[in-house]
Nanobody
Framework: QVQLVESGGGLVQTGGSLRLSCAAS????????MGWFRQAPGKEREFVGA????????YYADSVKGRFTISRDKAKNTVYLQMSSLRPEDTAVYYC????????????????WGQGTQVTVSS
């Protein structure tokens, strides 16, 4: 089992920045990748970005490319989502997820999920 705990959400004005953190604990040694997804009210959960845990390759949704950056600290078993130039349409609950087996990191087929953290961008 892997436990994921997100933090860092909050209220920010348009154009501002936030950094989300996701700390993983438990059986993390076999983590293949970690991802961030978001879900706005009335909408489906959508992919934001992901990182291959060992190689560090990153993937982003077109809507956040150039504004969001994913990184990880392997020693702390923590993945980060640095969000800049935030827009009202970025408002959502952001979820961290971990995938154990090899596969696509851009779809919601992850093995473990965090509880989510609210990000609200005011106009």
């Amino acid at each position: 089992q892997v436990q994921l705990v997100e933090s860092g959400g909050g209220l920010v004005q348009t154009g501002g920045s936030l950094r989300l953190s996701c700390a993983a604990s438990g059986r993390t040694a076999s983590t293949y990748g970690m991802g961030w997804f978001r879900q706005a009210p009335g909408k489906e959960r959508e992919f934001v970005g992901a990182i291959r845990w060992n190689l560090g390759y990153t993937y982003y949704a077109d809507s956040v490319k150039g504004r969001f950056t994913i990184s990880r600290d392997k020693a702390k078993n923590t993945v980060y989502l640095q969000m800049s130039s935030l827009r009202p349409e970025d408002t959502a609950v952001y979820y961290c997820a971990a995938r154990v087996g090899v596969g696509l990191l851009t779809t919601p087929s992850y093995d473990y999920w965090g509880q989510g953290t609210q990000v609200t961008v005011s106009s």
